[in-house]
Nanobody, 129 residues
Framework: QVQLVESGGGLVQTGDSLRLSCAVS????????MGWFRQPPGKEREFVTT????????SYAYSVKGRFTIFRDNAKNTVYLQMDSLKPEDTAVYYC??????????????????????WGRGTQVTVSS
């Protein structure tokens, strides 16, 4: 069983930065690919970014590329989402998700919701104009 706890959300202004954290427990963290998804108000949940277990592979949604950075500290079992140049359209509940892999696919990242079996409860990010 894998447990995820997000933190770091809040209310910020356009152009500000915010860093989200997701602490993971329960399995060897370097075999777990991690993803961040978000659900804007009144919309479906969407992919934001993902990182492989060994951190060598990442992918970003077009809407956040160049502004958001995903990184992980495997010694702390934590993945981070650094969000810069925030816009009102980034307002959403942000979820971290975990894909439990093996030592043989530590280079793989995943962009689809259905690839993730474990999810956090989400943290609200609100960007005011």
């Amino acid at each position: 069983q894998v447990q995820l706890v997000e933190s770091g959300g809040g209310l910020v202004q356009t152009g500000d930065s915010l860093r989200l954290s997701c602490a993971v427990s329960g399995r060897a963290f370097n075999t777990i690919a991690m993803g961040w998804f978000r659900q804007p108000p009144g919309k479906e949940r969407e992919f934001v970014t993902t990182i492989s277990g060994n951190a060598r592979s990442t992918s970003y949604a077009y809407s956040v590329k160049g502004r958001f950075t995903i990184f992980r500290d495997n010694a702390k079992n934590t993945v981070y989402l650094q969000m810069d140049s925030l816009k009102p359209e980034d307002t959403a509940v942000y979820y971290c998700a975990a894909h439990v892999g093996t030592l043989f696919n530590m280079d793989t990242h995943y962009t689809r919701e259905e690839d993730y079996a474990y999810w956090g409860r989400g943290t609200q990010v609100t960007v005011s104009s």
